[in-house]
């Protein structure tokens, strides 16, 4: 698909995971991507190549948020941007165990630093663009990483508010929310031998799997074409029905 010809986008966090599958796509589709990363070089490489492989073009941009975005815009420059997406997070962890330190690097990461990329971004962005930020399930589900989750409610909120200012502009801004999905941060589901871990999420999402990058990615991908121009504000759920609640049909009580 060549829906993106012409265009260009900045994807945070694209090193690996759902960035990577975004990067990825959004090259498919005939972007040209830049693929922001924090700090493994050799996994920033592997993006950039397996994007080139598939006859896209992208480069990579070296920043750690918790230093702020002024890295990043550097190694951009006056580059002209069509599409934001802000998926870069790290997570937090469970009351009692985050020091005041690690509370402020996971807010510096998760929220901060959207917030300051979108800034940045705005005067290079041209009209018609797309703004996507990444949340996550977790706003709408009690889980034990209080400070992640916070982190998330933040970017919804973020996405619904900054949508009218951009109007006039004809720049979108949208949120997609994933679920459980494969990768790096959800390691626990590797780690559990016996699959259980796996089942457990299995059994409460609606489609009966484990979520996969690619997946959030081609809602990422909707969310760029031109058919989406009248899509704004809004938080796409893209978790395969995670705790939405029984499968199969209603429990009799």
């Given at each position: 698909?060549?829906?993106?010809?012409?265009?260009?986008?900045?994807?945070?966090?694209?090193?690996?995971?759902?960035?990577?599958?975004?990067?990825?796509?959004?090259?498919?589709?005939?972007?040209?991507?830049?693929?922001?990363?924090?700090?493994?070089?050799?996994?920033?490489?592997?993006?950039?190549?397996?994007?080139?492989?598939?006859?896209?073009?992208?480069?990579?941009?070296?920043?750690?948020?918790?230093?702020?975005?002024?890295?990043?815009?550097?190694?951009?420059?006056?580059?002209?941007?069509?599409?934001?997406?802000?998926?870069?997070?790290?997570?937090?962890?469970?009351?009692?165990?985050?020091?005041?330190?690690?509370?402020?690097?996971?807010?510096?990461?998760?929220?901060?630093?959207?917030?300051?990329?979108?800034e940045r971004a705005l005067p290079l962005m041209n009209d018609g663009g797309r703004i996507i930020n990444i949340s996550s399930a977790v706003v709408r589900i009690a889980l034990p990483d209080l400070v992640y989750s916070m982190t998330k409610g933040a970017l919804d909120t973020l996405g619904f508010s900054l949508a009218p200012i951009l109007g006039p502009r004809n720049i979108t801004v949208n949120t997609v929310s994933p679920g459980v999905t494969e990768t790096d941060m959800?390691?626990?589901?590797?780690?559990?031998?016996?699959?259980?871990?796996?089942?457990?999420?299995?059994?409460?999402?609606?489609?009966?799997?484990?979520?996969?990058?690619?997946?959030?990615?081609?809602?990422?991908?909707?969310?760029?074409?031109?058919?989406?121009?009248?899509?704004?504000?809004?938080?796409?759920?893209?978790?395969?029905?995670?705790?939405?609640?029984?499968?199969?049909?209603?429990?009799?009580?």
């Amino acid at each position: 698909m060549t829906d993106l010809a012409g265009k260009t986008a900045l994807v945070t966090g694209a090193s690996r995971g759902i960035g990577r599958a975004i990067a990825v796509r959004l090259a498919a589709d005939g972007a040209r991507v830049i693929v922001h990363y924090a700090r493994n070089d050799e996994l920033a490489e592997e993006t950039v190549a397996e994007i080139e492989r598939g006859g896209g073009r992208a480069y990579a941009v070296r920043a750690a948020f918790e230093d702020g975005v002024d890295e990043l815009f550097a190694g951009i420059g006056d580059e002209r941007l069509d599409i934001v997406v802000n998926n870069a997070a790290i997570l937090g962890g469970v009351l009692g165990t985050v020091s005041e330190e690690q509370f402020d690097r996971v807010f510096a990461v998760n929220v901060r630093a959207p917030y300051f990329v979108i800034e940045r971004a705005l005067p290079l962005m041209n009209d018609g663009g797309r703004i996507i930020n990444i949340s996550s399930a977790v706003v709408r589900i009690a889980l034990p990483d209080l400070v992640y989750s916070m982190t998330k409610g933040a970017l919804d909120t973020l996405g619904f508010s900054l949508a009218p200012i951009l109007g006039p502009r004809n720049i979108t801004v949208n949120t997609v929310s994933p679920g459980v999905t494969e990768t790096d941060m959800n390691a626990w589901l590797r780690e559990d031998h016996d699959g259980s871990a796996e089942r457990g999420v299995t059994e409460v999402t609606a489609l009966g799997r484990i979520g996969r990058p690619d997946d959030i990615a081609a809602v990422v991908a909707l969310l760029t074409r031109a058919d989406s121009h009248w899509i704004t504000g809004q938080v796409l759920d893209a978790s395969g029905g995670y705790f939405l609640g029984p499968r199969g049909g209603v429990v009799p009580v």
